[in-house]
């Protein structure tokens, strides 16, 4: 299992971001281990970022439903948005990296020396992301808020 205090890092930046970059008010759902509802998740645009330390390495991904996507993006950069485009799309890379930036530096100040890393985007209507590592648990938190749902998935593996 996943330490909640290393998940509620990524929970408060998460609600943080949302609030401060696009004024969008968010309510985490019940935190699970994916295994315990193995109901597929999808989403339609996703951030993923890579989680790397001496100790141990893992995977964020942050998905939208491109419908709440597209309000968050219009929202944050204050002009209507109602296609995802490229331009649109590297947002949520951006929105990925500022969440994973504000848990790191608790993460950090907790003693787990993580590392900076990019975001990657994925983007196609109802994808699945697999975790990067096969052998650790993915935990869920899903959200709801002002623009709609989406959720945040950790990975990690020692």
């Known amino acids: 299992m996943i330490d909640i205090n290393f998940v509620n890092p990524f929970l408060a930046a998460t609600l943080h971001v949302l609030k401060v970059q696009a004024n969008i008010e968010a309510t985490p759902g019940k935190v699970y281990l994916k295994k315990d509802n193995p109901a597929t998740l999808s989403g339609d645009v996703s951030g993923v970022i890579g989680i790397v330390s001496e100790t141990f390495n893992g995977t964020v991904v942050i998905s939208f439903p491109e419908e709440t996507f597209l309000k968050v993006m219009s929202s944050m950069l204050g002009e209507e948005f109602t296609q995802l485009t490229q331009d649109i799309l590297d947002g949520a890379g951006e929105i990925t990296n500022m969440i994973f930036g504000q848990a790191k530096i608790t993460l950090n100040e907790r003693g787990y020396g993580i590392k900076i890393a990019l ?3 994925v983007s196609g209507k109802g994808h699945t992301l697999q975790g990067t590592t096969k052998n ?6 899903p959200f709801t808020s002002t623009a709609g749902s989406f959720f945040v998935e950790i990975t990690l593996s020692n």
């Open 119 to 121: 975001p990657t985007v």
């Open 136 to 141: 650790g648990p993915t935990v869920v938190i």
